[in-house]
């Protein structure tokens, strides 16, 4: 007597299909566009003329804005990306008080770090200042602009 | 043996149908995940500003999407970068920056240039600072007298005064006493429309009506304003055809295999019961 084959495909086939449903499903929903940045401003603090950390200014005092950034990755053959730090201080009442730039190479795996700084106006407003840091390929008037890190803010007050 | 060529042949199909909603799969996620080219605009909240007012920059991205990196730059009449900013769009696609023009900043022509990050475009816009008597004036709201920080000379009917040193309502006369006809007041916080009723009565006097009072801007949750973002997705806008085109008939495919199956063997047991009774018999 012949008995009639037991198969397991069709079961199989199903497990696949619903897989796939499920997986499908998970790519329609809101990707969490994460941008493709290469570096990583690791932190941004502000310090007196001796290296102290402090976000506390008096009128004519030097503010020193130390930036410490770091490239991911490395290995045998490290890529370099060069960049420009654009480093802005805006007053209370979002007037631009110091807009540095700095351009440099970073190569993957490698950390740096800088610092550049200025002298608060006698004539500035008192209250808490903003200190945002961002990296670029280029400037934005440059259709090649591309964004290289997230951008990092820090504040301090001067009274 | 017919019956089993039959499934393998099913089998070879289902494969197929399987191979095929992978490749549709993979061309979905792939979609999805690049960044698509945006086109961006650009435009200020005005033509024109006086020194130390507050510029507004705002745009769009085209397609719209969320926490996509956008460069500005402004750069003034001398070439000269005086403002530089990395902003991330919202759910809309749209994308703010501000900042406030310096007391000497030189008269003429600036250039806001803003480009979402690789996408290799981007736009610009213009706006003005015009060399205009700026003087130092005074006006009367109420009896009371405060200073005017602006005065403009191109005759616009209606300007907006974000800045205010008093409290005003609506109905209030202001009295202006300049040769100009547009004016601005101090203080923070508060934001008044003056509309100008009348010309200028003498070369020194204006005559302005207020007929707003204070204006707050209330940010709320938009259900629907999601619902739009859900179906603006590219994600979505690609997954849901090949959704369709690709797994729907696969799965369809699959359950008339397996249909197909119940009945082989259904015919393949009858074949048994049939031969059995047949050997009995002999």
Redesign the interface.
Known sequence: ????QK?R??SA??V??LT??V??TL??????????YVITIVSVETTDQAGNPRNVFWRGELVMIKVKLSCPGGGYSPVSYPYIQ?V?T??P????VY?GFMSSTISSGENQSSTSGFTVPLTATTGQYKV?V?L?NT?????????LAE?KQTTFTVI | MIGRKKIRRSVIKGTACICFAIAAFALALQSARAQPPYSITVTTDRNSYSRGDVVTITGTITPPDQGVDVGVEVRGPGGATIWIDIVTTDFSGNYFSQFRLDPSAPYGVYTVWASPTGSNTNSWCEFTIPQAAETTTTVTISGRTYTIVRVVTTAVPQTTVTEFAGTVTVGTTVRVVTGTTETKLTKETTSVTLTQTQTTLSKETTSLTLTETETTTVQIFDPVRLVKWWASEPAVQVGVPIFLVGVAPAVLIFAIIRRRRKQEKRRMEELDRLEGKSQAEE
């Open positions: 007597m012949r008995k009639p198969r495909f069709p086939l199903w696949i299909s796939l449903l997986l499908l790519s329609i929903a809101p990707p969490a566009r994460a941008a493709p654009f802005r805006t007053s009442d979002l007037r631009m807009l945002k961002m670029s400037l934005p008037s440059n259709p090649q602009f591309q964004a951008p």
